[in-house]
């Protein structure tokens, strides 16, 4: 593992895309879809920086299994360092063509308690979005990164609307679920819409494989919910009893690439690639 500073890869392409992954509830499937999304992006030569804005609960810590590094999100948000001192590059560990760079959240509760406090902190939050705004362009324009990708809170944390109003592509994952379906049209129309002004994507995750049984379900599936939510649906992700028994402990798609959760996550990557 090494820092970010004065190292790149530039790719062919000139692509620039902040992509944030957010939910209305939880355990949708928001981490494990956005790290082995970027990890995927990085295999294509794609340099790749995946930041966890989880603060209430920061995941990737334990998904790359990390034990304590020198710098956390939380410390560029306080202004303790920049963030290219964040950001750790594991592009050798994972062999990718293009870096993959990761920026962890402290998942101390004294730094979760820090983080809550600021939080509740207008000119706080105004002050990180413009920090996040500037790490943005820091990271295109200075570092070569294609894709900033946003692993965020559920629900109506402050530090995912920042995220939220830095993307370029807003996706949002839900689950099969009555309660997740009914407050995600809710958040769609009273706050991305509204409020923030962006139409976000739709990412169906963890469907029983007993309503996915033909094509025709699948289509059926994403008709249904894209003319319910009056958004585009991009995928839908069957629940897969291999993914759960993974139990986050790796990234998926390293260690089944044939996998049909793999191939899911690959028409994901594809897709981040072509929309705009
Ligand atoms: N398609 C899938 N099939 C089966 N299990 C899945 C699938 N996608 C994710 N999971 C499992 O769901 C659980 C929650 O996933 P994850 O932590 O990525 O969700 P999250 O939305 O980031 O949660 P939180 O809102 O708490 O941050 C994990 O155990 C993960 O392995
Ligand atoms: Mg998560």
Known sequence: MAQL??????????????????????????SNLSANTALNLAKR???????????????LNALFQLNGVEYYINDWLAQRCELPEVLIDFSDQFKTKGRFYIGFTN???AAINEMTMYSLNEEWQARVLQLVLDGRDLLFERYGVNFEIFDTSPGFALSSINAI?????????I???QLDIVGTKHLIK????QTLGKRPKLIVNKVPCSMLESTEDYHRLK????QHLGIEV????PCFCEVMENMSQSLFIEKAPEHQFSQSIDQLASHFEMAN
């Not at 109003?165 to 994952?173: G, Q, R, T």
């Not at 009273?190 to 819409?193: K, M, R, T, W």
């Not at 008709?223 to 894209?226: H, I, Q, T, V, Y």
């Open 5 to 30: 500073i004065g190292r790149s890869r530039r790719h062919e392409g000139t692509l620039n895309k902040a992509i944030t992954i957010h939910s209305f509830k939880g355990g949708t499937g928001k």
């Open 45 to 59: 030569g794609w340099n790749v920086a995946l930041l966890d804005f989880d603060f209430r609960a920061p995941s």
């Open 107 to 109: 998942p101390t509760a």
């Open 165 to 173: 109003l830095a993307a370029d592509e807003l996706m949002i994952v």
């Open 175 to 177: 689950k099969m679920d």
């Open 190 to 193: 009273g706050v991305y819409n």
């Open 223 to 226: 008709e249904k919910l894209s």
């Open 234 to 237: 991009i995928s839908i992700i």
